[in-house]
């Protein structure tokens, strides 16, 4: 359950951050470019800070699977 949580978070983040940017660049399509590469970015980083909460989130999932089968 907690994997599930994790990856919706990051999820939302990545959906957070994408509607953002479509609405900069919509709202100012000179910048359309700068926008969606700063974008990228921050996707970028959404994905590489969740990954240790997820990474802890399987560590405990088999934990816990693993004292449940004892």
Do not use: C
Request: net charge positive; hydrophobic share 65%.
């Amino acid at each position: 359950m907690r994997v599930l949580i994790e990856s919706l978070h990051i999820a939302a983040g990545v959906a957070a951050a994408l509607l953002i940017a479509a609405l900069a660049s919509w709202a100012y399509p000179l910048a359309r470019h700068d926008i969606w590469l700063v974008t990228w970015f921050a996707i970028a980083g959404i994905a590489i800070m969740g990954f240790g909460s997820l990474r802890r989130a399987v560590r405990a999932q088999r934990a816990a699977k693993e004292n449940d089968d004892v």
